[in-house]
């Protein structure tokens, strides 16, 4: 996970408040996805992104936003969090095919604790 | 709706013993991935199966992919400590869909 970073790594933030989560790449990969990890469900989709400023949903994408405005960079935006929303959310990325069907490569992870 | 179950979720093996994990999905899919994660890590890609029949293999661990009967295995030969990790299998129609996982503990 050498090309992809994350932060903040840890927060810790309250019911109602806005969060913002970054994910940046130095790899140029056109796909990037942002996942959460919860006990005894492996990880979900949240939403991912297939070039500037083209995304899209996935399975879980309820109460959050993203945006992606440069190839290196894709934000995912609690709008109001709630404590369903504490998890562990990572950072996705991969190369060039089409629907993403290579191997992804994911980052070191956020911790969110919603209060 | 894509499915990916995987089993056991937990594991509990002894050094030097073998074991398979299994990975079975619910819909057409012809490209698998293993990956392992490392209590508070990220996520580590281990295997990509991409065709019926195959395998690959790396130090104990052997994957294979039979897409007819939409089955994975990771076995596990000899299990030393350092193997000691929960294993996903994710499944990739035009998202990957990851399995729950496998808490692999190996102990003396």
């Known amino acids: 996970d050498a090309g992809i970073t994350q932060s903040p790594r840890h927060k810790v933030t309250e019911t109602g408040t806005p969060v913002t989560l970054r994910c940046h790449q130095t790899?140029?990969?056109?796909?990037m996805y942002w996942y959460r990890q919860d006990p005894g469900h492996g990880l979900r989709l949240i939403h991912y992104s297939y070039g500037v400023k083209d995304t899209d949903k996935g399975e879980v994408s309820d109460g959050y936003s993203v945006s992606r405005s440069k190839t290196e960079d894709f934000l995912l935006t609690l709008e109001s969090a709630t404590s369903s929303q504490t998890s562990v959310y990572f950072c996705a990325i991969s190369g060039g095919l089409a629907g993403g069907q290579e191997t992804q490569y994911f980052g070191p992870g956020t911790r969110l604790l919603v209060l | 709706e894509l499915k990916v179950e995987q089993n056991p979720l937990f594991l509990s093996m002894q050094e030097g013993k073998n074991y398979t994990i299994y990975c079975n999905y619910s819909t057409t899919s012809d490209r698998l991935y293993w990956y392992r994660q490392d209590p508070g890590k990220s996520l580590e890609s281990l295997f990509v199966l991409l065709s019926n029949g195959a395998v690959k293999q790396e130090g104990r661990l052997m994957a294979s992919l039979d897409t007819k009967a939409r089955l994975s295995t990771l076995h596990i030969t000899a299990a030393v400590h350092d193997l000691s990790a929960t294993y996903f299998c994710?499944?990739?129609?035009?998202?990957?869909?990851f399995g729950t996982g496998t808490r692999l503990q190996v102990f003396p």
């Open positions: 994710a499944v990739n129609t035009d998202k990957l869909i």
């Open positions: 790899e140029n990969h056109r796909y």
